[in-house]
């Protein structure tokens, strides 16, 4: 079973940029996970926002492309999310997960804690 542990959010204007990590616990298999986050503003679902194969083949819902840059770490089985050109409407907690499409599907029901964005000046 994986467990997740998201970090890094926090209070930013905007325009700024934060970086955002996931720690995964799944034994020494990490590196043959697709990952992805994902993120849920007040009153909203929850959405997909990046995706990152084993290879590190990435894709981005259309909001944050251009924006936001996932990587991964399969050593210390982390997976990063560089968050710049932050704006109020990326305010939301974000959370990371396994992943069977390039479109974020996941199958796996143990979310994380997830970790607040709040973009304001």
């Known amino acids: 079973q994986v467990q997740l542990v998201e970090s890094g959010g926090g209070l930013v204007q905007p325009g700024g940029s934060l970086r955002l990590s996931c720690i995964a616990s799944v034994g020494t298999i990490f590196s043959i996970y697709n990952m992805a986050w994902y993120r849920q503003a007040p009153g909203n679902q929850r959405e997909w926002v990046a995706f990152?194969?084993?290879?590190?083949?990435?894709n981005y819902a259309e909001s944050v492309e251009g924006r936001f840059t996932i990587s991964r770490d399969n050593v210390k089985k982390t997976v990063y999310l560089q968050m710049n050109k932050l704006q109020p409407e990326d305010t939301a907690v974000y959370y990371c997960n396994t992943a069977f499409s390039t479109k974020g599907d996941t199958a796996n029901k143990n979310w994380g804690p997830g970790t607040p964005v709040t973009v304001s000046s």
């Open positions: 990152i194969s084993p290879e590190s083949a990435t």
